[in-house]
């Protein structure tokens, strides 16, 4: 005879069957679109930036402001002087990773006016990125999917026993021999 929390745990194990189905699925376009999008950042990095060489003059100035001030604790800083695309001079301060070699001259990525840009990405970023976001989607959905599985596995457990004791309160005295 069945019942209906085991027509229940039926359907539940079946749509849990097909949602981490659907979240492998998902997987490759979000990694996809994680990819892509990267790629076009960096791209548009690269049309909108130039490449200039900065000379350092200071390789351990004090930083102006930083954005983050935790970052305090993994920058250096150092002033440098650079000629922008359209010919001006700039001379600014800028966060570096503590232990990087003192040279003499620094890379960095200015637009037309001299404003310092994040440079383009490697296409190896892209596709980390493209792989990482995959993977972090599928670890956290599949993770939805089990934690909202038990809890339904936990009620369908209760109500069987619930009815278990409801139809044992009825069956016991005559299976025990209390009533005659």
């Known amino acids: 005879m069945e019942r209906a929390t085991d027509r229940a745990r039926a359907r539940l194990r079946r749509t849990v069957a097909t949602l981490v189905a659907l979240v492998l699925l998902l997987a490759l376009p979000i990694g996809l679109l ?7 950042r960096s791209e548009d990095a690269a049309d909108r930036l130039s490449p ?12 102006a402001a930083l954005l983050d001030p935790a970052d305090t604790a993994m920058t250096a800083s150092r002033l440098v ?6 010919g001006s001079v700039h001379t600014t301060t800028l966060p570096v990773a503590i ?5 003499t001259t620094m890379q960095l990525w200015v637009d ?37 599985a038990i809890t339904f596995r936990m009620r369908i457990d209760e109500t069987d026993s619930e009815q278990w004791d409801r139809e044992w309160a009825r069956v016991e005295p ?6 005659p």
């Open 81 to 86: 002087r650079y000629s922008a695309p359209d």
């Open 52 to 63: 200039v060489t900065a000379a350092v003059l200071q390789p351990d100035a004090a930083p």
């Open 99 to 103: 232990g990087s070699p003192d040279e």
């Open 34 to 40: 994680a990819h892509n999008w990267e790629r076009s």
């Open 112 to 148: 037309r006016r001299g404003a310092v840009g994040e440079p383009p990405s490697s296409p190896n970023v892209a596709r980390n990125v493209g792989i990482v976001l995959a993977i972090a989607w599928t670890v956290m959905a599949w993770t939805v999917i089990a934690l909202v």
């Open 174 to 179: 005559l299976w025990s021999g209390r009533i």
